[in-house]
């Protein structure tokens, strides 16, 4: 190996631009919700090829304000995948909702697709597929499934009626950027959320955004204006409508929540939009650099673009239609299962690697593996294929900090650390 290199994990991406945009959001006297967030949300939404998007302070708020949009709570059932981070499962709690994890399928991070459809019961209000890595899980299928269980469905609030079926929400924190039979993660789910955290591809410090499909009999400005209510204290004219001369009076229709974005952030993300395109080009160079460097080691990898090929790969999509153009990867995170290995041996060689100067993740710990969801009743004993996912996986560093050199100083290590 060459001179050792500190290489941390997942640096975000900041250069003097956002620092600029920053600044001069600073000096305007205005930090919290206005002119830059709505202009962010306009950006955001013509991106994903929607028609609106609502700017947060995290994807979890996004998430649990699309559940509440639909009135989902206590007596109703939320299928969440078992092999994710706990915010994909969290918010089904706040908003009172009975949780069901599914396993994910053999050899997969997706959710089992015929489990889920199993899983679903008179009481099914929502889904929460999860788009882990980037890579876009199957919402054909998950639609399909539910355009099949239709007849199951009791519909309990004017939102979920509009819909008739089970809310289809996308859990794509990872996935900004992403695509699936030409389609953008944002265009296909019926609600997805994004994540804008410091350590995402696109970041704005803290963050995250909401969009939606269009949904016959709804108005998009209701829907905003809803959400709007939702997430600042229920204020029927949020601090820059406010400041219109003579409307200082507001109301509060409700005592909803607190999570909205300021314009400290948008302002960094407005600037990130502007380079993203040239961010995602650099990911899938690293990328594609991995996957070169790595074959003939006894490891599978996550594939991120479906035209990519080797020995050393493995498809989430189960329902992959083998076509060049079927899915991009955001390409969010590098994982890496170690065949024939446990999470002991995993475990050393993430202290391994550190030694040297690499650090790695582990995406994930099973959510029934948590003292949280232990309490709730979950045994991961339940979810052996999630299981055995975890159990030798380890997450490699892919960020658009990395130079060529690092790259090759970290498919360098690895493979002198997994002898």
Request: charged share 20%; with cysteine; net charge negative.
């Amino acid at each position: 190996m060459n001179i050792k290199m500190n290489i941390p994990f997942s640096p975000p991406d900041i250069t003097e631009e956002e620092i600029n945009a920053v600044s001069e959001v600073l000096r305007s006297g205005w930090l919290t919700t206005g002119p830059k967030t709505k202009s962010l949300e306009n950006e955001i939404a013509i991106y994903c090829h929607t028609s609106k998007a609502v700017c947060l302070n995290s994807a979890t708020a996004c998430a649990e304000m699309a559940l509440r949009l639909f009135d989902i709570g206590e007596g109703d059932e939320v299928i969440v995948p078992a092999y994710t981070y706990t915010a994909s499962a969290s918010v089904v709690c706040h908003v009172g909702a009975k949780l069901v994890l599914v396993d994910t399928a053999p050899g997969s991070y997706h959710i089992d697709y015929d489990a889920l459809e199993i899983a679903i019961t008179e009481k099914t209000k929502a889904i929460i597929p999860v788009d882990i890595a980037g890579v876009m899980a199957d919402y054909n299928r998950i639609l399909e499934i539910v355009e099949s269980k239709k007849h199951l469905f009791k519909a309990s609030s004017k939102m979920q009626a509009a819909l008739g079926r089970i809310l289809v929400l996308s859990d794509s924190a990872h996935g900004f950027g992403a695509s699936r039979l030409k389609k953008m993660s944002g265009e296909v789910a019926d609600f997805t959320s994004f994540s804008f955290h410091a350590v995402k591809n696109f970041t704005t410090g803290e963050g995250g955004a909401l969009v939606w499909k269009d949904i016959v009999g709804v108005d998009n400005e209701e829907i905003y204006k809803k959400l709007m209510l939702l997430t600042l204290h229920g204020q029927s004219k949020d601090a820059l409508a406010k400041t219109q001369l003579g409307s200082w009076e507001y109301d509060i229709v409700a005592p909803y929540y607190k999570c909205n974005m300021t314009d400290i952030m948008a302002a960094i993300g407005l600037v990130q939009m502007k380079r993203y395109e040239g961010l995602l080009k650099r990911r899938k160079v690293i990328i594609e650099a991995y996957t070169r460097g790595l074959e003939g080691e006894n490891i599978e990898v996550i594939q991120h673009f479906s035209n990519l090929t080797g020995t050393s790969t493995i498809l989430c999509n189960s329902g992959d239609n083998g076509t060049n153009d079927c899915f991009i990867s955001s390409g969010h995170l590098y994982l890496v299962r170690l065949i024939g290995k446990d999470s002991t041996y995993r475990n050393g060689l993430i202290t391994k690697m550190a030694e040297n100067g690499v650090a790695t993740n582990v995406h994930y710990k099973p959510l029934p593996m948590h003292t949280a969801y232990k309490n709730l009743g979950f045994d991961i004993n339940d979810y052996p294929n999630a299981y055995a996912m975890f159990e030798n996986e380890i997450t490699l560093p892919l960020n658009t900090c990395l130079t060529d050199e690092q790259v090759q100083y970290i498919i360098d290590v690895f493979k002198e650390c997994n002898r």
